[in-house]
């Protein structure tokens, strides 16, 4: 497995990582405990360093799941997760007011079974709580010794340069794909400019870009995609195009589509790190095959001219979630 480092900080991590949101929370009923486990150590196995979770993430139980799968391991990997949801639930509204971030992290290194956060996020901005304030509570815990690095989720430019200018920011976790490019115009200049990395979740734009959901996939109810506009089957239909194109490129490189959507995110810049989330090892094995696949300059150009001809249909979030994004 490939190394790379998140912009300035120093920290060296898989090139992808692991999102495991969805063993606990978010696509369908959990998975169970002990599968999760063989899969969380079959990545650590496989290379990967870099596993991330939160505390919203079924109130904590994600993050229990994480400490008990990498506690074997746990100094050589690095774990992420986050705060700023009242009571870690994210239906609730933010809370990121400095106790209870420092409530969050006390309790998320009890989960987690270790005594200090990698990289800690605020996982979204805080209209009600300035800036300054939740980068100095941070600071305070880098100072402890509790909290290694500081990052932000979904945040806008201007929160991004607030916080930075009192605790440096190591990344940014945004959506990223070639389903969802928008964190391009304002975002990634700002981010090579102060040397801080993009973690882009949802790389595979929430499986879609597997070709694995057509028009008719039927979701779970608890599966957030049904929520989603963008998920819905007429949008489905409309949006098959972009994973037609990655099909035809995929063959061209004896690759999957997904494989092609990681590779390309990874040949855009050096301090982008992709954590695609998988509760299957078939599936953990062919992501992390993506580290493997060159794009060349000419193949970027010639996937983002074709992807340019192709529009794309529905809203990413219900509108409710979409306001607390780019703050």
Request: proline share 5%; aromatic share 8%; with cysteine.
């Amino acid at each position: 497995m490939q190394k790379r480092r998140l912009g300035n900080s120093g920290l060296e991590v898989s090139a992808i990582g692991l999102g495991c949101m969805g063993l606990s929370y978010g696509y369908g009923p959990a998975t169970e405990k002990q599968p999760a486990i063989q899969l969380i150590r079959a990545a650590f196995d496989r290379g990967v360093t870099f596993f991330d979770t939160a505390e919203a993430y079924a109130q904590g139980a994600n993050e229990e799941l994480l400490g008990e799968a990498l506690e074997p391991f746990r100094d050589q990997v690095v774990i992420a997760t986050k705060f700023g949801f009242q009571d870690g639930d994210s239906t609730k509204g933010q809370d990121s007011r400095p106790e209870r971030i420092r409530e969050v992290a006390e309790a998320a290194l009890k989960r987690l079974r270790t005594d200090r956060i990698d990289l800690f996020y605020q996982h979204r901005v805080d209209a009600n709580v300035a800036m300054e304030d939740v980068a100095g509570a941070v600071k305070e815990l880098i100072q402890q010794g509790k909290v290694k690095h500081f990052g932000m989720s979904e945040a806008g430019v201007e929160s991004i340069r607030r916080a930075h200018g009192v605790q440096p920011v190591a990344a940014l976790q945004s959506e990223y794909s070639l389903w969802w490019r928008r964190v391009e115009d304002e975002e990634l200049p700002v981010l090579e400019e102060l040397g801080i990395a993009l973690v882009p979740f949802s790389p595979l734009g929430r499986g879609f870009l597997t070709g694995k959901i057509t028009a008719d996939t039927k979701f779970d109810s608890t599966d957030f995609r049904s929520t989603v506009p963008r998920f819905n089957e007429e949008n489905r239909k409309a949006n098959q195009a972009l994973v037609d194109l990655l099909t035809t490129f995929a063959e061209q490189k004896k690759a999957t589509p997904a494989q092609i959507a990681l590779a390309w995110l990874l040949a855009k810049k050096p301090w982008i790190v992709p954590i695609p989330g998988t509760t299957k090892l078939q599936r953990l094995e062919e992501n992390i095959g993506a580290v493997g696949i060159e794009l060349t300059p000419d193949d970027l150009l010639a996937i983002e001219s074709a992807a340019s001809h192709i529009k794309l249909e529905g809203a990413r979030y219900p509108a409710f979630h979409e306001e607390l994004v780019g703050r």
